[in-house]
């Protein structure tokens, strides 16, 4: 058997020097180290040994062979990430030369320059980015996520109805302009399967009357994570990496209980600034059984946590606006400064 042993090591090793993929290198794992693998089937053999001695020394030999594949496994891993990363990186190699010489015309407004860190900051955190319509039906905006019709919760929302599809199915009983960017978490849903870590920011619309805090169209950022074992720990301990990411590491976050129809415990958060004053920032919450039931998540198997604030809120708390339609009105004056 050790001459068997022996005749692995060598061929294993060879395959792993060969491996030009990790496709193959998992391969080479498989058929070495797996319990149907080479060693892996002298080692289920060790048992017919009848000598103690003998069946002690050939146990060792296993084990420093398995030990010795199985860095030589790793370590030509790690080099074909490195050489994939590589050949990611110059694929995905831009040359911006003519762009950073071109004559500046101007700036991103203010929100969308907020949207684009905020990306930045969740695609950091492991998350992807997700879209979906701005004119939704009244299922995904409303009953896919707990809010049937004539639930209370539907109050908070002066929503922009555009008419009633006249070919109605799966409880689509209209047409409207999505007033939360929620819906986006049940078509990720529907779409795909979890394991689902994702942020989806847009715009929305309410029939709210301008002023200095409201606008009937303005910018949301949701966040849904759907996976196994997650919990409230998890939550919180993602908007604390975001609020340190996003603002300092002078910030921090706390939860404070609340309802939403669409999570389950439910909670606000807040952010806490340098001078130790809170910020009220937005709501999230566990997902409810009930929405990831709409999108077709099993709770049994799968539970998750979302969580949602607005953009301009942030471009507003950011640069010290006390007026939001400044933002939006297009005066000179206001726009030069950022």
Not at 114 to 121: F, I
Not at 138 to 161: C, I, K, Q, V
Not at 178 to 204: D, K
Request: aromatic fraction near 8%; proline fraction near 4%.
């Amino acid at each position: 058997m050790t001459n068997d042993i022996a005749a692995a090591i060598e061929t294993a090793l060879q395959r792993v020097s060969d491996a030009a993929s990790l496709d193959e290198i998992d391969a080479v794992s498989g058929e070495t180290l797996g319990k149907k693998g080479v060693l892996g089937g002298l080692k289920a053999s060790l048992a017919k040994i009848a000598d103690i001695e003998e069946r002690k020394a050939v146990g060792r030999s296993l084990n420093e062979a398995f030990a010795s594949v199985s860095a030589a496994i790793d370590e030509r891993r790690q080099e074909l990430i490195a050489i994939e990363r590589a050949a990611q990186v110059a694929g995905e190699r831009l040359d911006l030369t003519e762009a950073m010489d071109a004559a500046s015309r101007g700036h991103l407004h203010l929100v969308t320059q907020a949207w684009q860190e905020l990306e930045d900051v969740f695609v950091g955190l492991g998350f992807t980015v997700a879209e979906g319509p701005e004119v939704e039906t009244d299922w995904h905006n409303f009953e896919a996520l707990n809010m049937s019709e004539g639930h209370p919760a539907r109050g908070e929302f002066d929503t922009l109805f555009i008419g009633h599809d006249e070919h109605e199915d799966a409880g689509d009983s209209g047409l409207l302009l999505r007033t939360h960017t929620s819906p986006v978490q049940i078509r990720t849903m529907l779409a795909s399967e979890p394991p689902i870590y994702i942020v989806a920011p847009g715009r929305v619309f309410r029939r709210d009357t301008p002023d200095a805090t409201h606008m009937p169209v303005f910018h949301q950022i949701e966040g849904l994570v759907v996976d196994r074992d997650i919990s409230m720990a998890d939550l919180a301990g993602t908007i604390e990496a975001f609020t340190q990411a996003f603002f300092g590491k002078g910030f921090t976050s706390r939860l404070r209980p609340s309802y939403f129809p669409f999570t389950e415990p439910s909670a606000e958060f807040d952010i806490r600034r340098p001078d130790g004053s809170w910020l009220e920032l937005g709501g999230c919450g566990m997902v409810h059984p009930e929405v990831l039931r709409a999108g077709g998540v099993d709770p049994e198997e799968w539970s998750g946590f979302a969580f949602g604030f607005g953009i301009d809120r942030m471009a507003v708390m950011r640069h010290g606006i006390t007026d939001i339609r400044d933002m939006y009105v297009n005066d000179i004056r206001f726009i030069e400064q950022f």
